[in-house]
Nanobody
């Protein structure tokens, strides 16, 4: 069974950086779409932050993180990273990674539908 484990969250001041990791086990990463989602305090839904199609490296980003976040794949380590720079208090959330192979992800990779596997999440807190 595919399992995802996130790490790298923590407390950082506004303007700082964090690098989240999503380690995938149970299958090779190649061929999956990997997405990063977040759920802010008091919000019911997770919102898509970034995604990467591991087959060709195509990436996608939520508008509010473009230019600040970068998603990176490492097929040798079977891991996907989310480099987050210039963090803002509104980036505070629990961050989750997800994996899927569904065709719907080719068009809707920032939507939770279509992802089959999810990690447990890692907390990111950005202070003023």
């Amino acid at each position: 069974e595919v399992q995802l484990v996130e790490s790298g969250g923590g407390l950082v001041q506004a303007g700082g950086s964090l690098r989240l990791s999503c380690a995938v086990s149970g299958d090779k990463l190649d061929g999956y779409v990997i997405g990063w989602f977040r759920q802010a305090p008091g919000k019911e839904r997770k919102e898509g932050v970034s995604s990467i199609k591991t087959s060709d490296g195509t990436t996608d980003y939520k508008d509010s993180v473009k230019g600040r976040f970068t998603i990176i794949k490492d097929l040798e380590k079977n891991t996907v990273y989310l480099q987050m720079n210039s963090l803002k208090p509104e980036d505070t959330a629990v961050y989750y990674c997800a994996a899927g192979r569904g065709r719907v992800l080719l068009l809707l990779s920032l939507q939770a539908i279509g992802y089959d596997y999810w990690g447990q999440g890692t907390q990111v807190t950005v202070s003023e």
